[in-house]
């Protein structure tokens, strides 16, 4: 899968990992982790849930705000995480504005 061409900034992001999981994760080069997570360099988690696909991606004022959003992800039981990928999924590439 290729990486997705996406603006640099901050971002938090949830993967969706081949066994069903969703990981939750913040950069501010989209494209390089998810290359890095895609390719089994990233993240320990994803490691031995390959393939991944990006599910979701959202704008981060700063690297605080996306560390702060990516902990509120990571808290959030399934079905919530769910709720936010239902809500605006990443969809081919593209990502509905913020």
């Known amino acids: ?16 990992c081949a066994d069903g999981s969703l990981y ?3 950069t501010n080069d989209l494209a390089r982790r998810f290359a890095a997570h895609s390719r089994g360099a990233g993240a320990r988690y994803t490691r ?3 393939p991944v696909e990006l599910a979701w991606t959202a704008r981060a004022a700063s690297r605080s705000a996306a560390l702060r959003r990516e902990a509120a992800l990571k808290r959030l039981p399934r079905p919530e995480k ?3 990928v239902a809500r605006r999924p990443h969809v081919g590439g593209r990502l509905d504005r913020d």
């Open 24 to 26: 939750a994760g913040a």
């Open 48 to 50: 031995s849930r390959l």
């Open 1 to 16: 899968m290729s990486p997705p061409t996406l603006p640099r900034g901050w971002r938090v992001y949830l993967l969706r």
């Open 82 to 84: 769910l709720k936010v």
